[in-house]
């Protein structure tokens, strides 16, 4: 007789919309190694399938408050869970509205909780918190079992309440099949591609600024983002890398004056793609860059990666642990627009450097961040926390 599966909550997003952690769930729940490990419940968390309404308090978003914690309880009443695997947020909002209570609840009914941080700033963001709302993240903290981040680095995110030996990292996972280096489409010589939110937070008020000197440099360099601009920041206040505090910038203001410059034939303003036309500009482009002040592991940047391509990056979250200058790419400090700019023309300059950078990315990606792999790893965590 084979031995009962253990229960295993999943809680979080899936797409749309087709962004990191929904992408990254959906992977976890289609995982052939952890549904043959465990019996495998899910709760959805997204209402929103627009980035940019996401984090805003309306009425939605209490009235959906109320559905979740419905679901919520009917699941950990009638499924039972062993195990509760919930990503939760870096902000006071955030914690407040769901993560404290879903932490508490699953406690409640005997389940062992693993937390995960999909981010790198919650230590930074946690110091500003109002001091009532502290001492119950606290709280909730010093009740679960294990907290997974995305960098060994980070395992000090969740101190003094949820100490080292209780920490797990897990890094980013990636298709490798299905994002591949061999196609037939041809790469477009100087094609910049950047995906994420257009913020000053990304870095993308940072590149506008370096557009004149790249272009001046290098004629043929076009800057296309694949995103959606939006007012304020959520979430990213700090430079992950310095502790600076990040001074805002309006990113329309900054596209405003780069159409209406010299070099508006040089910005391209995709917009959020996704499917066949998101993978045809990672196929064409020659060079994909980041600028973020804070990640936890970039998976835009991975997916670049495993399809052959050179990348400039920030060394934040698992970045500055797991990617080599000048051998994955070329690293640039968040914010310093000379080393930003001496990065991109260094590939810019060099198309023998590209394609070779590129070839190692591929090779690195397949041994090290594999579905497979992680989904593996992951497993672990999973049979090592409920066996406590």
Request: hydrophobic share 40%; charged share 25%; with cysteine.
């Amino acid at each position: 007789m084979k031995d009962k599966k253990q229960r295993i909550l999943f809680i979080g997003p899936t797409p749309p919309p087709y962004s990191g952690p929904e992408l990254s769930m959906q992977q976890f729940l289609e995982s052939k190694a952890l549904n043959d490990a465990f019996e495998i419940h899910f709760l959805k968390t997204n209402f929103r399938t627009d980035n940019t309404k996401k984090g805003k308090l309306d009425f939605s978003m209490l009235t959906n408050f109320f559905i979740y914690f419905s679901k919520l309880f009917k699941l950990l009443v009638f499924k039972k869970p062993d195990c509760v695997y919930y990503p939760i947020t870096p902000t006071q909002i955030g914690w407040i509205g769901r993560d404290v209570w879903t932490i508490l609840m699953s406690k409640l009914f005997g389940a062992k909780v693993i937390i995960h941080l999909r981010g790198s700033h919650f230590k930074l963001n946690f110091q500003q918190f109002n001091s009532v709302i502290k001492k119950l993240v606290g709280y909730s903290l010093s009740k679960v079992d294990c907290g997974i981040v995305q960098a060994n680095y980070l395992n000090d995110q969740f101190e003094p309440y949820l100490p080292k030996e209780k920490m797990a990292v897990l890094y980013q996972a990636m298709n490798v099949e299905e994002y591949t280096s061999e196609f037939d489409d041809e790469v477009d010589n100087g094609k910049i591609l950047i995906m994420g939110h257009m913020t000053k937070a990304k870095g993308y008020t940072d590149i506008l600024k370096i557009i004149p000197q790249i272009c001046q440099e290098f004629p043929e360099a076009r800057f296309y983002f694949a995103g959606n601009i939006r007012k304020g920041e959520r979430g990213v206040f700090y430079n992950q890398f310095t502790g600076d505090k990040i001074a805002y910038e309006d990113p329309f203001e900054a596209e405003a004056q780069i159409l209406n410059s010299e070099y508006k034939d040089h910005y391209v303003n995709l917009g959020i793609i996704s499917g066949a036309d998101k993978m045809t500009h990672l196929r064409t482009t020659d060079i994909f860059l980041t600028a973020s002040y804070s990640e936890g592991f970039s998976r835009s940047l991975l997916e670049a990666m495993s399809m052959g391509k050179p990348v400039v990056y920030t060394p934040v979250g698992a970045h500055r642990e797991v990617f080599e200058n000048g051998v994955n790419g070329y690293a640039c400090i968040p914010g310093n627009l000379e080393q930003l700019e001496d990065a991109l023309k260094r590939l810019l300059a060099n198309k023998e450097k590209r394609r070779s950078i590129g070839a190692f990315n591929r090779d690195y990606v397949v041994s090290n961040f594999s579905i497979e792999k992680i989904a593996n790893d992951f497993k672990q965590i999973i049979l090592n926390t409920v066996a406590k």
